[in-house]
Nanobody
Framework: VKLVESGGGLVQAGESLRLSCVAS????????WAWWRQAPGKERDLIAS???????NYADSVNGRFTISTDNAKNAVYLQMNNLKPEDTAVYYC?????????????WGQGTQVTVSA
């Protein structure tokens, strides 16, 4: 199973971006998706997750501005980011956990850079 992310870029404060992450390979089922981010010189932080397609959780820093969603048919997760702020600048990573033909898996995406200018 491999994850490929897309959608990062450079935007101004107040603008929006939508990140995508698609799982390819012999995926049978996915029970958890999550988005993490890592700013320069800081630890990687969990910002949004969705479990079993329904239970969503957000970090306080993004709650009300970011929305996580999934497309089970495409084995994909999205992160809609609205009203972006300079402090949202970071490398964003998707994470997934599920079951494949080879057994359980847990995978990270390659990361995508999001830069928000003031």
């Amino acid at each position: 199973v491999k994850l490929v992310e897309s959608g990062g870029g450079l935007v101004q404060a107040g603008e929006s971006l939508r990140l995508s992450c698609v799982a390819s390979g012999s995926v049978v089922s996915i029970n958890k998706w999550a988005w993490w981010r890592q700013a320069p010189g800081k630890e990687r932080d969990l910002i949004a997750s969705i479990t079993n397609g329904a239970d969503q959780n957000y970090a306080d820093s993004v709650n009300g501005r970011f929305t996580i969603s999934t497309d089970n048919a495409k084995n994909a997760v999205y992160l809609q980011m609205n009203n972006l702020k300079p402090e949202d600048t970071a490398v964003y990573y998707c994470f997934t956990r599920g079951y494949s033909d080879s057994g359980n898996f847990a995978k990270w995406g390659q990361g995508t850079q999001v830069t928000v200018s003031a």
